[in-house]
């Protein structure tokens, strides 16, 4: 069993930290990384050692002061069979946190562990001017720097109070350790299915990278008083 | 040296044929295979052997048929930071395949090897239909059966008259095997980079997959006259 203390101390250092949501959720296992910390050897990792979909969240106060809204939003205001497919939910019973794929425009094709890790390097500094307080010039940068639809997911948050998913919690994460709402996780899979819970917990004794779950999270959030876990 | 007679004899079989598009583009090989041999063993190869993004695409014109349109138009139709992400192209000057990422809705994230397999599969079956020329079935299907956003790419073919990149060779490949117009697909990925066209020759060899270039794909849609490669 880890300590959310563990957990927050990888995530500064850029040690790779396994967040389970909850048994009555997903019951899914992700590698989480703080975004400022990703470079190609973690998009590396998070290809081969995790396997789902490499996603980069933030809160979605930042994603509207970008100009950006829920990609299934979106699809509602647009109509047609664009609102028949965003009005379903997931099995679980959520709406999906996805906001829009991105590329850095520098970057090649955009797939490449070197791309992957420049867009999120990139929109990390976005993430990080839009969180000090300047909107205007994050949002002047991310739309001269970022070209869509790209290879990297861009998810939002909505708060703890409104949804406990692992976007939600890995953004709490790094809001608990002092750092930006910026995150880059990815689901661990194994061979047709999730990892389970007992793998994922004898994966993170051999490697040394703390487990932690959701339950955890939140009441570090309460304990902590970070009121901003819940609502952002 | 393999013949695009083989490349049509793997891909009806359900073994992948790698597919390098041109030294002049992406420069980049990606696994295909026909959507439908798709099972949840294949995503697994796709995602473990390849490792790019994994991508699922048809025709243009069965896109339209379905209610949906480049995801880059929708974004400049929207306006606003949408437009702005839009109107860049990627760094070899083409616009992006991307048309939208789904899940099939019986899928319990969507993410997982056995999840992807079930979206490509039902997928397949609506392209399908709508290949047979039942489009309002197709799209009835589509839209009841169909969550987005999600983990599957949709990409569309514009035809190899107006772009050469991965989503037309493949489609076209399909076609010149009498397939459906319905292939999936990730990029060959080394760590860090692309796979290189040499490692993927040797790779070929070494496993008994084909690799064929975009060249070879659009000799031989001229020879055979197999129209719709072109344009679709």
């Known amino acids: 069993m880890w300590s959310v203390e563990e957990a927050l101390n990888a995530l500064r250092s850029g040690t790779p930290v396994l967040l389970h949501d909850s048994s009555q959720r997903e019951d899914e296992v992700d590698m989480v990384f703080y975004a400022g910390r990703v470079d190609p050897d973690k998009v590396y990792m998070l290809r081969s050692r995790a396997g789902g979909v490499i996603c980069h969240a933030t809160t979605s106060t930042i994603v509207r002061g970008l100009g950006l809204r829920f990609m299934d ?136 990278w703390p487990l932690i779950t959701g339950g955890q999270v939140e009441v570090a959030c309460r304990d902590a008083g970070v009121e901003v876990c819940w609502s952002h």
Not at 96 to 109: D, G, L, Q, S, Y
Not at 112 to 118: E, K
Not at 170 to 179: F, H, M, N
Not at 185 to 200: G, V
């Open 73 to 208: 939003e979106l699809f509602e205001s647009v109509g047609g069979a664009y609102s028949r497919l965003a009005s379903k939910t997931l099995s679980y019973g959520d709406r999906p946190a996805f906001v829009v794929w991105i590329n850095h425009a520098k970057a090649r094709t955009g797939v490449s562990d070197d791309d992957r890790a420049l867009t999120i390097s990139r929109m990390h500094d976005v993430i990080s001017t839009a969180w000090r307080g300047d909107v205007s010039r994050a949002r002047a940068v991310f739309e001269a720097e970022f070209q869509a639809p790209g290879h990297v997911a861009l998810l939002a948050s909505r708060g703890l109070s409104r949804r406990r998913g692992h976007t939600e919690l890995a953004v709490s994460l790094a809001l608990l350790a002092g750092l930006e709402p910026s995150v880059v996780f990815a689901e661990m899979l194994a061979r047709r299915r999730r990892l389970a819970l007992e793998e994922a917990r004898a994966l993170a004794e051999r490697e040394g």
